[in-house]
């Protein structure tokens, strides 16, 4: 028979440890940044935060980019009037160029490129301003850019989804023919156009700011909320990571092509109207290398030329930056071809960039973080 235990003696110790609490993930830091900021600074330093930090670094080169032509014309940096009016100028040199690259930065994020934009917008320039043409008023000079722009971009689609066409041959031969087919229409002739309601898209201002200037705002715009808040934003950046995932997962990948060219080429009509107006003719020659000028603002802007990734704000920063380098070698007098060869080497650095994974800088901030005094 065993003795009941009394009051006085010991309890035998039968109760489990208290569990200590989970640790924080290793490099967050919760208990000296709080329960929010650490959040703030994973995601700065991860892949959700690439975007932000290359946007950032973009901005960085217009400031450096503003700052030489401050050192090198203080005359004309020193006039708030005319540095407000060569912001405008700059922007409105940056609308043409800007419009094509939304509609590059969605072909080349979906694993395609199209060297046919240039000639794509000299086609629908010189189609929209014959006679023909503007015989129905500027609703139908707006209407046959569009059309014809919207068209051939579907052709690019079909015969690189259907025809198995490497995207680079079947839009490098499109870029012949429509350049071909442009100077077949105008017979290599330059072409007015009477349209005052067209002519007046450059000179209106709205707020003190050009039209032409709204116009690439809502494109962007459009083509933000498209890439990032829609179906087809989404399965743009599938397609372009990878194409046959893509298909596993219920995508119709060659529709999809066939529209994302389709896009393009809608850009290149816009562009077509807003290049004829600033120009108030129209001829085949014009847009030449525009091809180049939207692949390389796209390049800069972050997107992956082997499509997957890429932001329309990164190209649009892309667009301004080439836009101000243009003003500043304009302004100092400097020619052309060293405007074009600085162009390259910025175009080869960015290609390098993108093989920058930013793990250096990632590593820095994790090194540099303070710590949680004991």
């Not at 405008?88 to 490129?113: D, H, N, P, Q, R």
């Not at 198995?164 to 442009?182: Q, S």
């Not at 829609?230 to 950046?237: E, L, Q």
């Not at 001829?283 to 290398?289: F, G």
């Amino acid at each position: 028979m065993s003795a009941t235990p009394t009051a006085d003696a010991p309890r035998p110790t039968t109760d489990l440890p208290t569990p200590a609490p989970p640790a924080e993930p290793t490099g967050h830091g919760a208990a000296a940044h709080g329960p929010t900021r650490p959040g703030r600074l994973s995601w700065w330093r991860g892949d959700a935060g690439e975007g932000a930090r290359r946007n950032l670094g973009l901005i960085g080169v217009l400031v450096v980019l503003i700052l030489i032509g401050m050192a090198t014309r203080p005359d004309l940096y020193g006039d708030s009037r005319w540095v407000w009016e060569n912001v405008l100028t700059i922007l409105k040199l940056a609308s043409v160029v800007g419009v094509v690259t939304v509609g590059m930065t969605f072909v080349i994020i979906g694993g395609g490129i199209d060297l046919s934009v240039g000639a794509i917008v000299a086609l629908a320039g010189v189609w929209c301003t014959t006679l023909a043409t503007q015989s129905f008023g500027a609703g139908g000079m707006i209407f046959t850019a569009l059309a014809v722009g919207i068209g051939v971009g579907l052709v690019n689609g079909v015969l690189i989804s259907y025809g198995r066409l490497v995207p680079f041959i079947a839009t490098l031969a499109m870029m012949v023919a429509a350049r071909g087919l442009a100077a077949e229409i105008s017979d290599k002739q330059t072409q007015v156009s009477n349209s005052t309601t067209i002519n007046d898209i450059a000179a209106a201002k709205l707020l003190g700011i050009p039209l032409l200037v709204y116009i690439l705002a809502i494109v962007v715009a459009a083509g933000w909320v498209l890439l990032n808040r829609t179906t087809f934003g989404r399965r743009t950046v599938a397609v372009g990571g990878n194409p046959e995932a893509a298909r596993l997962a219920g995508i119709n990948v060659k529709r999809h092509t066939v529209l994302l060219y389709a896009l393009s080429g809608l850009c290149c009509g816009i562009a077509a109207i807003m290049l004829t107006a600033q120009a108030t003719s129209a001829q085949a020659a014009m847009a030449n290398l525009y091809e180049l000028d939207a692949i390389a603002a796209a390049i800069i802007g972050g997107t992956l030329l082997s499509g997957g990734r890429g932001t329309i704000i990164g190209s649009l920063l892309g667009v301004i930056i080439f836009s101000t380098i243009t003003n500043l070698f304009a302004i100092n007098g400097l020619s052309t071809e060293a405007q074009n060869m600085v162009k390259g080497g910025i175009i080869v650095a960015a290609v390098l960039i993108q093989q920058f994974q930013f793990g250096t800088l990632t590593r820095f901030l994790g090194r540099n973080r303070p710590t949680a005094k004991a």
